[in-house]
């Protein structure tokens, strides 16, 4: 499987803030990355930490729709990757 690049932060708000710009649910993002619902909704939730290959997974999945993890300057974020959206 894939491995998406571990030198970024994934954390919670960009979780829902990628799930937020593609306008997905916790549903389809459950759907994308094979990942439990209720493993997505406790991570967003700060509930628990992840694995880090369920962190990959989501990453994943983020990724083969179009989005990248930034961290600029200690500053994280998400970019669009023009060549693989509409």
Partial sequence: MDQ????TVFSPALCRAARGYLDW??????SQ???SR???RDFEGQRHALHRSTEAQLRLAFEKAGLRFTNTAGCPGLSC?????D
């Fill in 81 to 85: 990757d023009a060549s693989t959206t």
């Fill in 4 to 7: 998406p690049k571990t030198d």
């Fill in 33 to 35: 990355s094979s990942v």
């Fill in 25 to 30: 649910t916790q549903d389809d993002l459950a």
């Fill in 38 to 40: 209720s493993t997505i």
